[in-house]
């Protein structure tokens, strides 16, 4: 029986020739993408890779003329995993619609532990409905019916949860999406696979106004979005710290939009690893410089 074709290469695709020089001098540096699933508004840092053939890359994620190709090894190596795909309102994105609340009531939590500590309060725990009632009256209700270990204990649970839930979310994307200019495009045909660095802002979520009914939670609500901007401006500033570096063996193709920028990338190619390794890998066919001119009139 013939075995099935795997495809192994990913390819990160880029709409500028200056962004595949800067990979091929430097590595790949994670970006926020701003993401909608499950209703919640993230941000994720990430370098996103497609799992899909060379002549594919053109025609199957249209982000730009200019691809550089990774081998399959090298992705797992460095932990880059692939998405898992659904699709608008479906039983798994509904099932992760709760991670606001979750971060929410998990951040009023550990405000209160701090209010506990300091004061020395210990109240003895009460019954208490929770349902309907305002992030602001949630937090007074804690402060009055849970002492210091007892909330510490819900915190540590809550967060634990939030976890489980976050790295459903950092690797979960719709099958349909918009892109910049609001056109529709198929996202499964990239099989995307992420690179996610491993730090304390690599996912960031948006507050949703929506969560914060009582105008009691005013002031709530303009907390934890001011939070936000502040992780994501923190996060953003840290990214460079986190680029996903490569060897000259990880590299198995790079295309560019026309052939009179073959030789550009050529010469960066033989000042950064070397003229003798770079033709050597060349004519020994395991590394491809190619166009996408070349690419669609000669094969």
């Known amino acids: 029986m013939n075995e099935l074709k795997q495809v192994s290469s990913l390819f990160h695709t880029t709409d500028k020739i200056e962004n595949i020089r800067s990979i091929i001098q430097g590595g790949f540096t994670p970006s926020y993408s701003k993401e909608i699933f499950g209703n919640n508004l993230s941000?994720?840092?990430?370098?996103?890779?497609?799992?899909?053939?060379?002549?594919?890359?053109?025609?199957?994620?249209?982000?730009?003329?200019?691809?550089?190709?990774?081998?399959?090894d090298w992705c797992i190596k460095n932990n880059l995993q692939p998405v898992f795909y659904t699709y608008e309102n479906s039983y798994v994105e509904?099932?992760?619609?709760?991670?606001?609340?979750?971060?929410?009531?998990?951040?009023?939590?550990?405000?209160?532990?701090?209010?506990?500590?300091?004061?020395?309060?210990d109240i003895k725990f009460k019954g208490i409905d929770f349902s309907d009632i305002g992030l602001k009256t949630f937090d007074t209700l804690i402060r009055t019916n849970f002492?210091?270990?007892?909330?510490?204990?819900?915190?540590?649970?809550?967060?634990?949860?939030s976890e489980v839930f976050v790295y459903y979310e950092l690797y979960s994307k719709r099958i349909n999406a918009k892109n910049k200019v609001g056109e529709e495009f198929i996202c499964f045909n990239d099989r995307e696979w992420r690179y996610i660095p491993d730090f304390k802002y690599k996912f960031l979520y948006e507050p949703d106004p929506h969560i914060y009914t009582l105008k009691e939670d005013d002031e709530e609500y303009k907390k934890r979005l001011r939070e936000h901007k502040e992780s994501l401006l923190i996060g953003k500033e840290q990214l460079s710290k986190h680029i996903l570096k490569f060897d000259l063996d990880d590299i198995k193709s790079i295309v560019v939009k026309n052939d009179d920028e073959i030789e550009n990338i050529f010469d960066l190619l033989k000042e950064v690893y070397g003229e003798q390794f770079v033709l050597q890998r060349i004519f020994n066919g395991s590394l491809l410089v190619t166009s996408y001119d070349q690419l669609y009139n000669n094969f």
């Not at 002492?147 to 949860?161: A, C, G, R, V």
């Open 147 to 161: 002492d210091h270990k007892q909330s510490k204990i819900i915190e540590h649970f809550l967060t634990e949860i």
């Open 43 to 72: 941000y994720i840092s990430m370098v996103s890779f497609s799992n899909v053939l060379l002549l594919e890359t053109k025609t199957q994620i249209n982000y730009g003329d200019y691809s550089i190709g990774m081998t399959k």
């Open 94 to 121: 509904r099932s992760l619609r709760p991670i606001r609340q979750i971060f929410d009531v998990a951040g009023i939590f550990s405000d209160i532990n701090k209010h506990l500590s300091k004061n020395k309060i």
